[in-house]
Nanobody, 127 residues
Framework: QVQLAESGGGLVQAGGSLRLSCAAS????????MAWFRQAPGKEREFVAA????????YYAESVKDRFTISRDNAKNTLDLQMNSLKPEDTAVYYC????????????????????WGQGSQVTVSS
């Protein structure tokens, strides 16, 4: 059974930075696809970033590209999301997700394509 647990959320002023971590079992880093999604109040869950382990290909939503970085911390066995230049519109609950499938670009951004989810971590950016 795959278990995912996010940490690192909090309150930050606009322009600041936060780093989210997703603790996961080692198997989730060997194959498949891991991703970050977010959901703001009253909105649908949206794709943020993903990494496909087969070729280490990275995917980013246009709204976070050049500000957010997805990476693996080998020492801690976590999937991290470094978030810089945060904006109030980045406020949301952030979720870590995993699937055993090696999704192509058109599918990697679809939340329905992921089988395992963390409990979420709140990120609040004040203006």
């Amino acid at each position: 059974q795959v278990q995912l647990a996010e940490s690192g959320g909090g309150l930050v002023q606009a322009g600041g930075s936060l780093r989210l971590s997703c603790a996961a079992s080692r198997q989730t880093f060997n194959s498949g696809t891991m991703a970050w999604f977010r959901q703001a109040p009253g909105k649908e869950r949206e794709f943020v970033a993903a990494i496909r382990w087969s070729d280490r290909h990275l995917y980013y939503a246009e709204s976070v590209k050049d500000r957010f970085t997805i990476s693996r911390d080998n020492a801690k066995n976590t999937l991290d999301l470094q978030m810089n230049s945060l904006k109030p519109e980045d406020t949301a609950v952030y979720y870590c997700a995993y699937t055993t499938k090696n999704w192509i670009a058109s599918a990697v951004r679809q939340s329905r394509g992921y089988d395992y989810w963390g409990q979420g971590s709140q990120v609040t950016v004040s203006s």
